[in-house]
């Protein structure tokens, strides 16, 4: 049974000092959720407070994120975008290291990369690399606890994205093998920059064609020439994977959900949510909740 909940719970850097980074090394077994409650508990759906790296070591787990299941095995790199909700559904007696920070501590140019990378679905890591990473989080890991160090703080941050820079370049590699961008693929980041902005607000593809200073059919040509759809189709999915995390994680009325992602019509709101998902709102709902 759902508990009764207004809002998708956020996990906390649990960060004592308010730098705005957190770091630690879990050894996770089985068996630490034997009870009910306890699976429960673990499986409880969240956000988390920064962009999140979790560096599976050892073992496996399933995690599902944004209704995507995926079965990870060590050496693997999760990554999770703050919007992104999740929640672990097993594991295998794992040894995770984890990395959260915040936008302000990151490099500006990794925080860009991780905006037009994101989703990023988690990925296997090559001997050599996994090395690499393990050996730069122990690092950070050591920094984290010198707080009497007269530079903790530079040390740390700059540790930090050191390890985060690594981490980028083993996504790259997968993502794009070279690193050319065609002028299609660079008006599409900059379209999903914004839509994740400001799709509450903005929903027509003009808006944001004027917000990139170009034609409404030079964005719909440059966005269907990367991704093969059309700009509508990406604001409607946006708005509707919104949709979908709230009528599964809380409790809010499909009206209230209509209201809270900008729609004053809710009718409007319900038979678009058909038109993309080919079933009703309620329907979603209780499908999922059976």
């Known amino acids: 049974m759902r508990k009764n909940k207004n809002k998708i719970p956020i996990n906390t850097m649990g960060d004592m000092l308010n730098l705005g980074i957190s770091i630690d090394r879990n050894n996770l077994k089985k068996s630490y959720f034997a009870t009910a409650q306890q699976a429960e508990d673990a499986a409880q759906a969240h956000r988390d407070e920064g962009y999140t790296f979790h560096i599976l070591e050892k073992g496996k787990v399933v995690i599902e994120i944004d209704f995507k299941t995926y079965n990870v095995s060590a050496p693997a790199v999760v ?25 302000e501590n990151l490099n500006t140019e990794y925080l860009n990369i991780l905006q037009e990378l994101n989703p990023i679905a988690p990925f296997l890591l090559e001997k050599q690399a996994f090395s690499i990473i393990s050996s730069s989080f122990s690092l950070c890991l050591n920094f984290y606890g010198q707080r009497n160090n007269k530079l903790y703080y530079p040390l740390l941050r700059d540790s930090c994205n050191t390890l985060i820079a690594y981490l980028l370049s083993q996504f790259l590699n997968l993502a794009k093998p070279d690193e050319t961008f065609s002028r299609f693929e660079k008006v599409t980041t900059a379209f999903r920059k914004l839509l994740e902005k400001n799709y509450i607000n903005l929903k027509r593809p003009g808006q944001y064609a004027a917000l990139l200073h170009i034609s409404t059919p030079y964005l719909n040509d440059c966005i269907k020439g990367s991704t093969g759809y059309s700009v509508s189709y990406l604001i409607q999915e946006r708005i509707i994977l919104e949709a979908k995390r709230l009528l599964y994680h809380t409790n809010k009325s499909v009206k209230e959900i209509a209201f809270e992602l900008g729609y004053v019509d809710y009718p409007y709101f319900s038979r678009l949510f058909s038109k993309v998902t080919g079933i009703s709102a309620i329907t979603f709902r209780n499908k999922n909740h059976d």
């Open 79 to 103: 990554y999770l975008h703050p919007d992104q909700v999740h929640r672990m559904l097993d594991i295998d007696d794992i040894i995770v290291s984890s990395l959260s920070i915040n936008s």
